[in-house]
């Protein structure tokens, strides 16, 4: 496309391509345009000065104004109405200035050819056009030269925009880097558009409804947003929405690491109160920050080459607040309680109400470890049942030495 002009109202104007030199080139041989040939001169004579140049010389001096429109230099496809033509400087001789509509595509980025023919304005013109025209694959190939000449961001946003006219953008890596990487770098406007992109593509329909499924679900790419989007219910007996341990989603990416993790304490959830549940898992922002799909996979850069290991980030890589949930899992450290809303007994940090609303301690430092719980033996915890069984005993014995 040509300049571009977006008004107050985004609409897009798009201007003709018109690079027009301002350094013509001349042309060897011939002197002049105003003249014509005098048969009584026997030559040319010139217009203006009345000078006559006999036939045959050792170079012509007039040349017809339409052959000299057809002489520009071979740097694209050029406009012959809008030539330009020096006519009257003798010594140097024509000068032919061309406005090109386009121009070679080997020549775009040979900046030193390009010096010699045009303006540096003009030249920059030329080489951001060839970047909003390029496809995706071009764009992505001259990245560096792009950069240069769009910067960053309206490089990314060339980029992104060209792929979001495709309704099969996850399958090209260029696609893939550049939608991944404004989302991890939380890259202004364009990251709410990249994550809309991503949500619309794993959800479905306008990406809004978190339960919804669209043609991505099954897919590695969203196997971050499967997590955050299910996770796992509080209370599963009473739960409206769908999550991970449901039949038909147990197997979705993303799934698998949420039902790992959390699977021990769901396996007590009938012993804790449904307050108590909401309250661990509010204590959580994002369940899928539980998942390494989220913490590690999605914030790791897509390989444009080999997408295969792609995953869709849904936050900056600068939010680090993952929650570790190796809880009321016997075979881990106490150390690995760190980051995480229970225990590893699954005792509640703080104290803990009969509803199960009292507070719950979240974070610290890597030494810190789970409050101790000491298990009461068998005899402390039936010492009131064993204390009245041996004073029923007593009393029997007495009872029987008085029959004797």
Known sequence: ???????????????????????????SGYREINCRYDPSCGGDID?????????????????????????????GTWD???????????????????TYTSIKPELIWNDNELDKYFDQDVKQRIQRD??????????????????RALGDT??????????????DWYTNGACLDSVTSVVRNDTPILAGKAKTMITKYCRGGDGSNVQGMGPGRSSTLCACLNASDFGFAIDPTRNRNSSCYDDDKKNLPGCDQIILKTAPFMSKSKDITPATMSVVQASISDVGLITNWCTVDARTACDSSNTE????????????????????????????AKNSPVSIACKFYGSETESGTGPVKIGGDDNEKPPIVKEESFFSKNKWFIGGGICI??????????LI
Not at 80 to 97: A, I, M, P
Not at 309 to 336: H, M, W, Y
Not at 396 to 402: A, E, L, S, T, V
């Open 1 to 27: 496309m040509g300049n571009t002009i977006t008004t107050s109202d985004t609409i897009e104007v798009v201007l003709p391509k018109e690079y027009a030199q301002t350094k013509g080139q001349n042309w």
């Open 47 to 75: 217009l203006g000065h009345r000078n006559c140049v006999p036939s045959p010389a050792k170079f012509r001096r007039c040349v017809n104004a339409n052959d000299a429109k057809k002489k520009c230099k071979d740097l």
């Open 80 to 98: 012959e109405t809008k030539t330009v033509l020096d006519n009257n400087d003798y010594n140097s001789g024509v000068r032919v200035s061309c």
């Open 130 to 147: 060839a970047c909003k025209d390029y496809d995706i694959t071009q764009l992505s190939s001259n990245e560096s030269n792009c950069k």
């Open 154 to 167: 309206e490089y990314l946003s060339t980029i992104i925009n060209k792929c979001e006219k495709r309704s």
């Open 309 to 336: 290991g792609c995953v869709f980030p849904l936050k900056s890589n600068a939010t680090r607040d993952e929650r570790n949930f190796n809880i009321c899992n016997p075979d881990v450290k106490q150390g690995a």
């Open 393 to 402: 005993l007593l009393l029997f014995i007495i009872f029987i030495i008085f």
